[in-house]
């Protein structure tokens, strides 16, 4: 008799790109995360790190299953649109083709960082109608209804609503945008430290400055969260990114304020993410599915 043979384990590069670090993966068919990389994002040339990373993991994947991937997700921050990422305020890259970050010989899927995780994010949660909001060098949300997110070129940038007009300057043109104040990358420039991770510390440890920073950014996103909620009643509002591992230091907070932003009505239920950090790069690799 022929001896039986294990048939090869189908996976994908998937690779999330965000304003300071890359997370990636190799992704099996079923959905689990086989290895798992971070890397920091080289601002100076963004799309030639992505390629590296990209040939980094395909070498990687190579050598722990024993063949190539069947495929490639790539998750980017910014306006994508046919295969093509049109244009990045974190990255500052305009009209690169999906061919141009990834040069391995097997397809090829490009899309939005925040769409790719809404795809992960609604295949765990309990919720068919929500909105993923990230938080992290910027913001971005992903509208999910009816258990798919809205796919729309321009939708989803929450981060570029005007919580004050007139403000604080935007890396997108604007002023007074809700990124400019309570995304990580905003709350960490505003208290002058590396990074938001350390204001939560300082927050939760009492410094009066770091409370200020805070509790700034904690109101434009009760703003931004209560004109969302009027216009389109969600079920919950879905916290992901880095900032959303500080917790309640950041969602009781917020949940008060929210409340209070809408007077007439209950506030949708606010909640982490399921997936964590997670949820770009299974979404990246779900991009690949078509």
Known sequence: MTPATTPATSYVVAIDVGGTGMKGGLVTDDGEIALHRHRPTDRAAPV???????????ALGAAHFGHGPRAAG???PGLVEDGVARYSATLGWRDVPAAEFCDLDVPVALGHDVHAAGL????????????????GTSIAGAMVLRGRPYASTLAGQIGHIPVWPDGEACPCGQRGCLAAYASAGAIAARYGTPGAAEVARAVAAGEPRAGAVWARAV??????????TLILDPAAIVIGGGLARSGDLLLAPLRDRLAARLAFRDPPALRASALGTRAGVLGAAMLTRG
């Open 48 to 58: 030639a790190g992505v390629r590296a990373f990209a040939a980094e993991l395909a």
């Open 74 to 76: 790539l998750a980017v």
């Open 219 to 228: 109101e434009a996103l009760a703003l931004a969260l209560a004109t969302y």
């Open 120 to 135: 992960a994010e609604a295949e765990h949660a309990p919720e068919r109608d929500f909105l993923l909001l990230p938080i």
